[in-house]
């Protein structure tokens, strides 16, 4: 995934996942793809109506409006966004792109429509996309997780990583195999890290912009997962949970059904080859949604530290060395899924602010204040 659970049950957020095999008629589907009625140049040209001062943040945009809509990640020409949204009828997350973006962003589906789908990225050259997706197993959304068991995220076992062109055609198995592929990042070199529990643990794997020479890269027990490479290709920063003695046998029995639970997740960092690894947070939170700053030397990341009911998340910043932790905003709900444009000067996150039903979020650009 890039385990992302709805936004509607917001609470804790971000992720998704993959894996099975996928009959050839479905994995060369062709999707036409679909314009959104919801999406408008007036909404895209409207400023976000928001009195908190939030002084990295300037001239604040929403560019879609309706649904939930997250995760959205930069094209590396800064152009373009791809994301994840429920809207328009819609049972589980699509893939869409966003074109011209800072001008008047135009809004259009990349997906077929089948299965849940997560975790869109460009590849580079700006032509291609990848996506996790269940479509091979089953056309409808595979089913929400029961939460008598709590808060939890289910890791579909039916998820696996495909790429197509940015039209939605071309749609090709890219990874796959043995339980979850999903949460999968791309860097300017064509590298690809991605979360998998192919070898029965929830790891962080790299591989070829082709899907080839896959290598695990994380092995201690617990989630790793929603991981981004650093401008240069030269760092990797994920979140993770890493549980002991009870909490790590709860752990391995919700494994075991497909489930984790996400209520404490710490910040990592680690040289690209899976070296060097060290822990750059400790807030006994949900934090999540980490990527670099353009100079590779802090990261930026949601958050619900500071809140006692853990619904309230924020963007936060911090030092990849875990010092100089920042708060970036500070609306009352959530905020979170921030990544700066490839050269630097813009901020995209997604946020429940100015929302008109419950539930609803959207996709925000702000230019951005050092």
């Given at each position: ?17 993959t ?32 009195p ?29 966004l791809?994301?994840?949204?429920t ?13 011209d ?27 291609k ?6 479509h091979?197993?089953?056309p ?7 939460h008598?068991?709590?808060?939890v ?45 192919r ?47 009870a ?20 910040l ?31 990261v ?8 006692p009911?853990?619904?309230n ?47 609803e ?10």
């Open positions: 995934m890039n385990m992302r659970p709805s936004i509607a049950a917001l609470a804790l957020a971000s992720l998704a996942l894996a099975c095999p996928k009959p050839a008629a479905e994995t060369n589907a062709t999707p036409a793809p679909v314009a959104s009625p919801v999406m408008t140049a007036a909404v895209a040209a409207s400023p976000a109506a928001t908190l001062v939030e002084k990295h943040l300037t001239n604040l945009r929403q560019i879609t409006a309706g649904g939930e809509n997250a995760e959205a990640y930069w094209s590396f020409d800064g152009r373009s791809t994301m994840q949204s809207r328009d009828g819609a049972g589980c997350d699509r893939i869409w792109r966003i074109d973006v800072l001008g008047k962003p135009a809004l259009s589906q990349v997906s077929s429509g089948k299965g849940r789908t997560t975790c869109a990225y460009y590849l580079p050259g700006n032509e996309v990848l996506y996790a997706s269940t091979a197993a089953a409808e959304c595979p089913p929400t997780p029961d008598s068991k709590g808060y995220w289910p890791l579909y076992d039916t998820f696996d990583i495909y790429s197509a062109k940015k039209d939605g055609t071309g749609l090709t198995p890219l990874i796959s195999g043995k339980g979850y592929d999903a949460e999968a990042t791309v860097c300017k070199n064509g590298a690809i890290v991605f979360t998998s529990t070898d029965g643990d929830i790891d962080l794997y790299v591989s070829d912009v082709n899907g080839k020479n896959v290598k695990r890269l994380t092995d201690e027990p617990g989630y790793d997962g929603g991981a981004f490479f650093s401008a240069d290709c030269s760092q990797i920063v994920w979140r993770a949970s890493r549980p002991k003695g909490a790590l046998e709860e752990y391995r029995a919700l494994l075991k059904e497909g489930l984790v639970r996400p209520s404490k997740l710490e990592f960092v680690m040289k690209a080859d899976g070296t060097g690894k060290r822990k750059i947070t400790s807030l006994g939170a949900a934090s999540f949604a980490p990527s670099f700053f353009p100079d590779g030397k802090r930026i990341f949601a958050s619900n530290h500071g809140d009911k853990g619904r998340f924020d963007i936060y910043a911090i030092g990849t060395d875990g010092t100089g932790l920042e708060k970036i905003t500070g609306y009352d709900g959530f905020d979170g899924f921030p990544l700066f444009s490839p050269d630097g000067k813009t901020l995209v996150f997604s946020s429940n602010r100015n929302g008109t039903t419950p539930g979020t959207n996709v925000f650009v702000a230019d951005w204040v050092p």
